[in-house]
Structures are given as structure tokens and as C-alpha cells.
């Protein structure tokens, strides 16, 4: 089983900046390929960004050259820079994990509102 937590949402003004984590615990599983996903209301989870374990990279469009993945292997943590927010950022934004099992976790998620 891995365990995931997520920290760093918030309220921030439209332009501003804000950084998640996420991390991973578990009993001795190794972790693939790890992500960020969004729910805004009354709309279907997305995809953000995901990182594969050897730093490959995707980035939905809507925040390509704006949000920055990361992650630390050997503290199985895993960042989100997000920068330039725009209203339209506003969502839970939810951790995600995949095992050398192909099996997929989520973590419970953290508001991220971008309001003036």
C-alpha cells in the first residue's frame, strides 16, 4: 500500500504563486510514475502533470509553461510549482501514484483558489 498526503493549497491572487507536495509513504513498493490531477466543480478530474521515476515529464497544455513537476526519488516526495495562476486554476488538485504493481493511489486532495 503507499499512503499519499498532499500539503501546500491555498488562496492566492490572480499572477500569483503557490507550491504543493506530495508525499509518498509505503511499505516497500516502488513508485513508478507519480502526478497531479485537478477537480474543478461540476467538472471531471484532469490531468496536470506527471513525472515518470527517471524525470520524464508531460504537462496538459492549459499549464505548460506555467506549472513545473518535480519529484525526490529518494524521499518519495513530489512537488508542483504553480505559477502565473489564472481563476480558471481553481480546482482540487489531487496526488497520484503508481506502483511497480500497476497499482494507482490518490491522495484526498488540496484547494488551490485563485481569486482577487
Known amino acids: 500500500q503507499v499512503q499519499l498526503v498532499e500539503s501546500g493549497g491555498g488562496l492566492v491572487q490572480p499572477g500569483g504563486s503557490l507550491r504543493l507536495s506530495c508525499a509518498a509513504s509505503?511499505?516497500?513498493?516502488?513508485?513508478?510514475?507519480m502526478g497531479w490531477y485537478r477537480q474543478a466543480p461540476g467538472k471531471e478530474r484532469e490531468l496536470v502533470a506527471v513525472?515518470?521515476?527517471?524525470?520524464?515529464?508531460i504537462y496538459a497544455d492549459s499549464v505548460k509553461g506555467r506549472f513545473t513537476i518535480s519529484r525526490d526519488n529518494g524521499k518519495n516526495t513530489m512537488f508542483l510549482e504553480l505559477n502565473s495562476l489564472k481563476p480558471g486554476d481553481t480546482a482540487v488538485y489531487y496526488c497520484?501514484?503508481?506502483?511497480?504493481?500497476?497499482?494507482?493511489?490518490w491522495g484526498q486532495g488540496t484547494q488551490v483558489t485563485v481569486s482577487s
Open positions: 497520484n501514484a503508481i506502483d511497480n504493481r500497476s497499482r494507482n493511489y
Open positions: 513525472i515518470s521515476s527517471d524525470g520524464s515529464t
Open positions: 509505503n511499505s516497500g513498493f516502488s513508485i513508478n510514475v
